[in-house]
Structures are given as structure tokens and as C-alpha cells.
């Protein structure tokens, strides 16, 4: 998109003027950033009404994403970015004695997710663009996000992450596409005629108010478009409030309000898990009503809608997509239930995330039944009508029907309802693939194995390179062109400089820029001086048990203690960084932050290793640190129990600027490894068959008793670190270690020695760090999006 810079500051000065009151002169850099995106906002609406009609006359399928959470970061860079906007702005907003760095300041990351999950979403948007793909997300506008964290003598606090003030500028309302969304009540069935009518009353309903936010694809033709849905109630009870009860005169505005004001809220007490519930039921009703109307709008028919429509379902929070569509066509457009099944089977598809019990999501069939009685009624017959269908199928194998069965022991399985009603069953890396096979969904691959694909996870390229890492954008161009940015598998040119010496030497010398950014704001966030020479090796992701950040810390505490023991031993200096939040309600992750906080500021403020060793923990982590975080990353800590991550992005983050990954064959650390060869990655500890081999006669206390290192740093733990223990933490390693970290230590510590000689040969390492960029574009969100165009949506 081509623009001068008399046309930007005309359509800022146009915005100050009409929507603040503000001559250019009186504003803020506040009011400019509202300006500015409000200009930005109206070129994404005017495109992506042309991209729209074209797609429509093309009789083109439009895909409809339905995600509890989407990651967005920051959105007026990636958008100025993708319009081609950045330089014209850039040189416009001197002219308003402010900066662009300064404006984008003044956006605050949009609280909409919380960590890989939420960001794949995010990539994803930018992804249907980049392929031409007329594709809409759902979601829900979370009033607070998922929480401000907040260290407080080394413990997580969580606090409202108050993102809408400037986030809300980015929002398009359209009030006129409300819809109603009933909870509760009981349902009265009759027959008019050959018709079933099924009508819930004694109900309460609650208002879903749609907002649009824009993402622009690259070169800003093609957008996509994230509609959010906020939850608000008819207003307040005026006969109560009149009588003087103005408590229930506004419970039931509060309670409607609720729904949206945080995402995953606390679930270990029934109103937690009631709210969970009504909000994943909230943003499938809407979103399912939505969808329907929009097709009628443009169609006037439902006979070629699973023609024309691909819902995706990411993850097991929107499985109530399938029995709400099911409701609709049948209650509402007159369907029978064969019509109606056969529709929705057609356009809906799942994508599996995980292989970890606690996120199979399982409801209480008395919560169900009592909040979503309609669709209870549904779930149930699609369950019967399952069980008879696979009892015969499976010659009568009732154990494994019974494993199969979506209503099971007074719960409702929601991945089991996926597998069961979707046409296709996806995992996100190879290897998470064939696990569910193989393992989580053994039973049903068994009898429909042509459900089961695999589509590798990928992410916005362009985000994480040419706008989150700038230095090196510049250069790859300089190097190969800048065909890389549309088609990320054009960096494989990149391989044609591995024994370029310059070449080499000019990457290490970005990469140190880098550091010596990341490390100034170290210093100004965490009070923490980190030398940009020592190696920067770096875990962020979630706190969880599986993602093993308590190996990473337990190998510091062995390192330290050997530091200790040998003051004058040769010692390539490190910076441990961490960044990580915590579910509020998962206490022994909470304390595991608690010990990596109180270990840094025991080796920190230790003038024994002063020189030698550092750790960081990154309050607050978030899309912006990242962006700032990765590209300066020389580690990138992928140490989860092989079998337990399903594929993770961050990796594929820290591949494509150039940090060398460390960790085990597990996710999508296995086409990472196939994709850099052996001598370019550092792989240690079991694989996922060996771990499953170990699990069942694993004894941690035989590894504490044998091995003296492991020994020490385990007592360290329980007697603690600046002056507090964490003996609950030792003796779940000691007795317990449900994810085989003392199994995994040794050889962890091994190739943490592997990785420090490996950087001390510095042309070897800067060649490693290439040949990871040079490969990393199989891992772009184009590529991903691609493979489900054609693997599972039938877009050609």
C-alpha cells in the first residue's frame, strides 16, 4: 500500500480533529496513537470488504476459527507493518514532536490469551490472509485478560490486566448483530405436525455483543478479522429497584458481565467450573448463531452450507460448537436430525493441543444438564446414536465403546465429542500426531482412521523477524533478497553463506546488539547487570511440571554448587533467563517460580560467581518481551518430558533468529532436529518410547541415592535459598517426579557442557545459528495454514 506523508498526517489531523477535539499541536502522544490507529483501522475495513467480494464471487469457502484465547501482542506494528506503512509513518510523526517507538509505547499487549495456544491463533489470522483465505476468528473481549503478574517476595501475584483503556481504539462495535444466549431453565417438547419443537423456558438470557478487530495479511490486500463477544444482560430489574432490593435489582447485569471479564478463570470450586462452562457455551452459541446468519445473508439457503463453511474447533473449549450447531439447524432452521448431523459432521474439524489428562476437558453431568439442558439433550443422543453405531462396528466390544462413549461415569468428555463428531482429528507436530493415535485416541483411530491428519504448528514469520528483529531482517535481505517475507522458504538460500566467514561474523555482531539491548532492559527492569558476552540461554513458556523448568533450575543450583567448589576452574560465563505465569490456582508451578526467584537473587548478589554466573526471572512476560527477548537468545531451553509437549511455538520463535535449541526429542523439537541435521541442534534425554518404558517401574530416589550431584542440589532445594525452603519441591522430585526429571539430569547436564564448548568455537556456532534461520520457514504460519487448506478444510 502506497501512501505519502502529506496523506498520513492529513488523516491523522482528520482524526484529532473529529473524534478528540484536538487541533495537531495540543495532542498527546496519546491522542496520536488513538488517531493514528483509527486511520489504520478504516484502510483494514475498506480492504477487507474488497477481499471479501472477491472471495464471495469466487464462490470461494470461508473459514471460521473458534479459540477460547488469541495472543494478538501489539497490533498497530504488525498492521503498519503488513500495509507498508512503517517508514511514511515513521517520518510523518516528527512533524507531532513524538517518535514511532513512542506510539507504539502507548499500546498495551491485548489481554486476550495466555500463552502457545492464544499465539498460534494470533499467527493464524495473519496466516489466512498471507494464503488469500476469507478467514474469521472468534473469541471472547476479555475485560481484564489473563492477569498481570506481579513477583512479591518471589511469589506470583496476580493482578487485572487493565489493557482496554488503549486497547479498546482497535474494537469496531456492532450492536445491531447482538444475540441472545440462554442458560439454564428446562425444555418443553411438542409436535406440530411432522416438526419437533423443543422451547427452554424459566431461562435466563444473556447479550452477546459482538467487536471486530482487523488483522492485515502481508501487503495489506487480504485481511482477516477476529470478532470478539462481550456479554451483558437486558439492563437492570426496575420493580426490584424501585422496592428498594437494588442488590438483585443488578445481580443478574453482574453475573451476566462476569462471562467476559477474565480469561480461564479459577476451577477448582464449582462456581469456577460453572463459569468456565457458561463462557465456552457463551462464545459458541454467538459465534454458531453468527456464522449462520452471515451465510443466509449472503446465500438465502443452508443446502450448501458445509459446501462453503470450515469451522475449526482449536482445542476442546469450543467442542460445544458441534451440539449448538446441531440445536440451531434442527430447533431453529426446521432441519431433521439426519440433515442436521450430516451438515455438521461436514464442516466441522478439531485440533488436538495436548496429551495432558487435565485438559481432556471433562464437565460434571449435573452441571451440564442444569446449565445447557438443550444441549444436554443433544450431546446425550449424539452419544447413543455413537455407542450403537461403534458397538456394531466393533463386533460388539462394549470395553472399548464404553472407553469411547462421550457420557461416561457422570461426565461429559468434550475431546470425545470432537473425535466422535468431527470429520477430521488433527494433532500439531509429528509426533503429537502419532501419540494420539497410538495413545490418547487409540480406541477411535482404531475404527476411523481416516479422521486422524497431522498439521505441524508454524508462526507469523514476518512478526518475529522482520518487525521483532529488524537488525536481521535487514541483513537476510541484503543477503538473499526480500522474497523471504511473503515466502519464508526462500530463507534456505541463506545455506549458500554457512562457510562465509563475514558473513558469519556480521551475525554474531547482530546478535550481540541484541544482547546488549535485552540486557539494558534488564538492568532497568529487574535491577540486574548481565554481561552481553556470557551466554544468553533461555526458558519462556507456561509454568507447568511437563515443560520442566525445575530441571533447568535444579542443573543451576548443580552448576552453582560445582562453581563453588572449584573458584579457579575454566567456566564459559552464563545468563540463565527465565520468563513464565502460572495458572493462579496451580500452586506447586507458583512455588516453583517462588525457587528460581529466590535462587537468582542468591547467585546474583553472590560476589563468588559474580563474573561467571547470572539468572533472570522476566516478571510479566508477554508478547512485547518476547518480541524484544528472542532475538537476542543464543539457547533456546526445549526441555519438556518427550511425550508431553504437543508441539510448541516458542521453539520455532527462537529458531528463526538464529538461537541454537537445546532439548529433548519431543513436539516439534523432532522436525526441528530433522530439519537443522545433528551437528546444529543439542538433544539430550529419553525419547517417548523410552519414557514410556520407565514410567511404569520409575523409583527418582534410586537416581537421588546414586548420583552425589543430584544428591546435593535436591538438599539444597530443601534447605533453601535466600532464606526459604522449598522442601515441598524436593520431596515431590525425591518421591514423586511425576515428569522424570532426575532420569533426564545427567544427560541434561551433559549436553549443558556440549552447548558452552560448542559456543566457545565461535565460527562453529554462528554457523549452527544460520543453518537454524536458513530452515526455520517450514515452521511459518503460511505453510501451516496451507496444509490445512488442503489437508482438512478442501480449499484448493
Known sequence: MSMTQKQIKALIDQKLSHNFGLAPEDADPEHIYKALVLAVRDMLLENRAKFSKSVEQKGGKRVYYLCMEFLMGRSLKNNLYNLGLEKVVSAVLPKYHTTLDKIYDQEPDAGLGNGGLGRLAACFLDGFAANGILGMGYSLRYQ???????????????????????????????????????????????????????????????????????????????????????????????????????????????????????????????????????????????????????????????????????????????????????????????????????????????????????????????????????????????????????????????????????????????????????????????????????????????????????????????????????????????????????????????????????????????????????????????????????????????????????????????????????????????????????????????????????????????????DKLKVVFLENYRVTVAEMLIPASEISEQISLAGTEASGTSNMKFMLNGAVTLGTEDGANVEIHRAVGDDNIIIFGMTSDEADKVRGNYHPGVYYNNNQEIRRAIDAIGTGFSGMSFGDISQNLLNVDPYMVLADFSDYKRAQIEASALYNDKERWNRMSLVNIANAGIFAADRSIADYANRIWDIK
Not at 193 to 210: D, N
Not at 349 to 364: Q, R
Open 144 to 610: 481484564f485478560g489473563i492477569f498481570n503478574q506481579k513477583i512479591v517476595d518471589g511469589w506470583q501475584t496476580e493482578l487485572p490486566d487493565f489493557w482496554l483503556p488503549g486497547g479498546e481504539v482497535w474494537m469496531i462495535p456492532h450492536r445491531e448483530d447482538a444475540l441472545d444466549i440462554k442458560f439454564g431453565g428446562h425444555i418443553e417438547e411438542r409436535w406440530d405436525g411432522t416438526y419437533h419443537c423443543a422451547e427452554q423456558v424459566g431461562c435466563s438470557t444473556i447479550k452477546a455483543v459482538p467487536y471486530d478487530m482487523m488483522c492485515a495479511g502481508v501487503g495489506g490486500k487480504e485481511v482477516s478479522t477476529l470478532r470478539l463477544w462481550v456479554a451483558e444482560s437486558d439492563g437492570v430489574d426496575m420493580k426490584l429497584f424501585n422496592e428498594g432490593d437494588y442488590m438483585r435489582a443488578i445481580e443478574q447485569n453482574a453475573m451476566a458481565e462476569m462471562l467476559t471479564k477474565v480469561l480461564y478463570p479459577g476451577d477448582n470450586h464449582h462456581e469456577g467450573k460453572s463459569l468456565r462452562l457458561s463462557q465456552q457455551y457463551f462464545l459458541v452459541s454467538a459465534s454458531i448463531q453468527d456464522i449462520i446468519k452471515r451465510h443466509l445473508r449472503h446465500y438465502r439457503t443452508l443446502e450448501n452450507f458445509a459446501d462453503v463453511v470450515a469451522i475449526h474447533i482449536n482445542d476442546t473449549h469450543p467442542a460445544l460448537a458441534v451440539p449448538e450447531l446441531m440445536r440451531v439447524l434442527m430447533d431453529e432452521c426446521g432441519f431433521g436430525w439426519d440433515e442436521a448431523w450430516d451438515t455438521t459432521t461436514r464442516c466441522m474439524a478439531y485440533t488436538n493441543h495436548t496429551v495432558m489428562a487435565e485438559a481432556l476437558e471433562c464437565w460434571s453431568e449435573d452441571l451440564f444438564k442444569s446449565r445447557l439442558p438443550r444441549i444436554y439433550q443433544i450431546v446425550c443422543e449424539i452419544n447413543k446414536r455413537f455407542c450403537d453405531e461403534m458397538t456394531v462396528r466393533s463386533g460388539y466390544d462394549y470395553n472399548k465403546v464404553s472407553r469411547m462413549s462421550i457420557i461416561r461415569d457422570g461426565f461429559v468428555k468434550m475431546a470425545n465429542l470432537c473425535v466422535a463428531s468431527c470429520h477430521s482429528v488433527n494433532g500439531v507436530s509429528e509426533l503429537h500426531s502419532e501419540i494420539i493415535k497410538k495413545d490418547v485416541f487409540n480406541d477411535f483411530y482404531t475404527m476411523m482412521p481416516e479422521k486422524f491428519k497431522n498439521v505441524t504448528n508454524g508462526i507469523a514469520h514476518r512478526r518475529w523477524i522482520c518487525q521483532a528483529n529488524p537488525r536481521l531482517s535487514e541483513f537476510v535481505t541484503e543477503l538473499i533478497g526480500d522474497g523471504f517475507v511473503k515466502d519464508a522458504s526462500k530463507l534456505t538460500d541463506l545455506m549458500k553463506y554457512t562457510d562465509d566467514k563475514q558473513v558469519l561474523a556480521k551475525l554474531a555482531e547482530i546478535k550481540k546488539a541484541n544482547k546488549e539491548d535485552l540486557a539494558k532492559y534488564i538492568l532497568r527492569n529487574n535491577n540486574i547487570k548481565v554481561d552481553p558476552d556470557s551466554i544468553f540461554d533461555v526458558q519462556v513458556k507456561r509454568l507447568h511440571e511437563y515443560k520442566r523448568q525445575h530441571l533447568n533450575a535444579l542443573h543451576i543450583i548443580a552448576e552453582y554448587q560445582w562453581l563453588l567448589d572449584n573458584p579457579d576452574a575454566p567456566f564459559t560465563p552464563k545468563t540463565y533467563i527465565f520468563g513464565a505465569k502460572a495458572a493462579p490456582g496451580y500452586f506447586m508451578a507458583k512455588q516453583i517460580i517462588r525457587m528460581i526467584v529466590n535462587l537468582a537473587n542468591q547467585i546474583n548478589n553472590d560476589p563468588r560467581v559474580k
